[in-house]
T-cell receptor
Framework: KAGVTQTPRYLIKTRGQQVTLSCSPI?????VSWYQQTPGQGLQFLFE???????NKGNFPGRFSGRQFSNSRSEMNVSTLELGDSALYLC?????????????FGPGTRLTVT | AQKVTQAQTEISVVEKEDVTLDCVYE???????LFWYKQPPSGELVFLIR??????QNEISGRYSWNFQKSTSSFNFTITASQVVDSAVYFC?????????????FGKGTRLHILP
């Protein structure tokens, strides 16, 4: 069974630009969650999508948004990038949620904002 | 509010020693879930265990064991006879009951070095 895939793996952007990251979950998984990992703040929950609906959202500004398609693939968008958005963005999929089912993580997208 | 504290930022032990990683959590819910994840140098988090708040039974999986104590709000992780491949960052996490603004909160992680 193929694992969670994330594209691109590495990205360099300039302040003010926007970026879209993609995540393909494990086949059959309907929940996709996104996390930001930085040395200072650690791992922080961004949001979770289930059946194309955002079910939960962490404490991030509105510049961070996402969506999920009918095939469960998910995209995350960050607009008006700031230097502090430089991080490893991790996507995780599970059968149906972050609590009741184990999550499988992708390798992440490392975003550098200059 | 939810909170997960992993007081040990970094631990180094010599191979074959036992090591315990501490995790203390805070929650007002009676139904919640606790997790441990491993993040090896490759970066990809690997699920190790999930525990619900009603199951305080300790669990053993090979060289790994977990001790869940609600009385002290702790969910500690022990590696017995450590190996170099155990070197990684380990995260403890907490999620409150499904369907109630369900979010998962991670601790800051403990970086474990196993020295050959």
């Amino acid at each position: 069974k193929a694992g969670v895939t994330q594209t691109p793996r590495y990205l360099i952007k300039t302040r003010g630009q926007q970026v879209t990251l993609s995540c393909s979950p494990i086949s059959g998984h309907r929940s996709v969650s996104w996390y930001q990992q930085t040395p200072g703040q650690g791992l922080q929950f961004l949001f979770e999508y289930f059946s194309e609906t955002q079910r939960n959202k962490g404490n991030f500004p509105g510049r961070f948004s996402g969506r999920q398609f009918s095939n469960s693939r998910s995209e995350m968008n960050v607009s008006t990038l700031e230097l502090g958005d430089s991080a490893l963005y991790l996507c995780a999929s599970s059968l149906a949620g972050t609590a009741l089912y184990e999550q499988y993580f992708g390798p992440g997208t490392r975003l550098t904002v200059t | 509010a939810q909170k997960v504290t992993q007081a040990q930022t970094e631990i180094s032990v010599v191979e074959k020693e036992d090591v315990t990683l501490d995790c203390v959590y805070e929650t007002r819910d009676t139904t919640y879930y606790l997790f441990w994840y491993k993040q090896p140098p490759s970066g990809e988090l690997v699920f190790l265990i999930r525990r619900n708040s009603f199951d305080e039974q300790n669990e053993i999986s090979g060289r790994y064991s977990w001790n869940f104590q609600k009385s002290t709000s702790s969910f500690n992780f022990t590696i017995t006879a450590s190996q170099v491949v155990d070197s990684a960052v380990y995260f403890c996490a907490l999620s409150e009951a499904e369907g109630r603004d369900d979010k998962i909160i991670f601790g800051k992680g403990t970086r474990l070095h196993i020295l050959p």
